[in-house]
């Protein structure tokens, strides 16, 4: 197994790729940092009848045909394991407000398909509960998220609880806590979600200057995804509410089987490999602390 050191060492993922496939393998697995610097390979395994599997980000909009299967995490499901989460600790708050409320999503983007899938999963799963709970809900901010939420919603005027999506212009750190700091400083705001690791990041650093954050009367609760330092800081002190890891464990457990089964000829499909909510409470388990990373 090989890789890049980071994620924008793209020019060396596709180094290593042309790698592999010049060494004709049975089957490959790709977690593609960037399909288009990367097609040519991709093309090149597929004209040899290489069979590529998929895992964690996989690989988005590559030919048709040249991946047989995907190992990764439904983000879509993910984000509604995040919702259910938050909803756990502000359904009080949403039911005894004497006025509109504010949930505030931040995403780090929205073009690539696992983020958008995630904040849409968040807000639909968000919307379902507070619809179960006799309250309304309107979708304001970016224009991707408000125009493709599944659930229906009010107009922003008479909603019981306004979800503002906020997009920065450029994924960084940085930038996504410019964006969470704009929500947490509106005075209506209960609960935020980052949903990434960036994105997070980005909420708990808006926070270091705001001290906003917790589960304290007139705090805000806040949710994040993944793992990092940062993050699990966070959710040790309570600073988060909460997050929910992938299980990068499952991810390479079920990229190698579906390997196998292809290099068999077997046919092979699409594994969701899964996700676990986690807080302060069980951080440290075996079966939550061997998902996390730093």
Same mark, same amino acid.
């Given at each position: 197994m090989v890789g890049p050191n980071s994620e924008s060492d793209i020019a060396d993922q596709v180094q290593m790729l042309n790698s592999a496939v010049n060494a004709?393998?049975?089957?490959?697995?790709?977690?593609?940092?960037?399909t288009k610097a990367a097609l040519d390979a991709i093309t090149a395994a597929q004209s040899a009848n290489i069979p590529i599997i998929g895992f964690d980000s996989g690989v988005p909009a590559a030919p048709?045909?040249?991946?047989?299967?995907?190992a990764s995490?439904?983000?879509?499901?993910?984000?509604?394991?995040?919702?259910?989460?938050?909803?756990?600790?502000?359904?009080?708050?949403?039911a005894n407000a004497s006025g509109p409320v504010r949930i505030g999503v931040v995403n780090q983007d929205a073009t690539s398909e696992s983020i958008c899938n995630r904040g849409l999963g968040f807000i639909d799963e968000m919307i379902t509960k507070l619809s179960a709970d006799g309250k309304t809900a309107a979708v304001v901010g970016n224009d991707y998220y408000v125009q493709n939420v599944k659930s229906p919603v009010v107009d922003e005027k008479s909603a019981n609880v306004?979800?503002? !999506?906020? =997009?920065?212009s450029q994924t960084t750190t940085e930038l996504t806590a410019i964006e969470a700091s704009t929500i947490l400083n509106q005075k209506d705001t209960i609960a935020i979600f980052g949903s990434n690791q960036t994105a997070a990041e980005g909420v708990v650093t808006a926070n270091d200057n705001l001290s906003v954050l917790g589960t304290g009367e007139g705090q805000i609760i806040g949710v994040g995804f993944d793992s990092g330092s940062v993050l699990k800081a966070a959710v040790t002190s309570g600073t988060l509410y909460g997050a929910v890891t992938q299980a990068p464990v499952s991810i390479g457990q079920?990229?190698?089987?579906?390997? !196998?089964? =292809?290099?068999?000829?077997?046919?092979?499909?699409?594994v969701d490999?899964?996700?676990?909510?986690?807080?302060k409470d069980n951080i440290a388990s075996e079966e939550i602390a061997q998902n996390l990373y730093d």
């Open positions: 004709k393998p049975a089957a490959i697995g790709l977690a593609s940092l960037d048709e045909g040249a991946v047989y299967a995907n995490t439904d983000n879509y499901k993910a984000g509604a394991v995040a919702a259910d989460g938050m909803y756990d600790g502000i359904k009080d708050r949403v306004i979800i503002e !999506v906020r =997009v920065p079920k990229m190698v089987d579906l390997l !196998v089964q =292809v290099a068999n000829g077997e046919t092979v499909s699409n490999t899964g996700c676990q909510w986690y807080n």
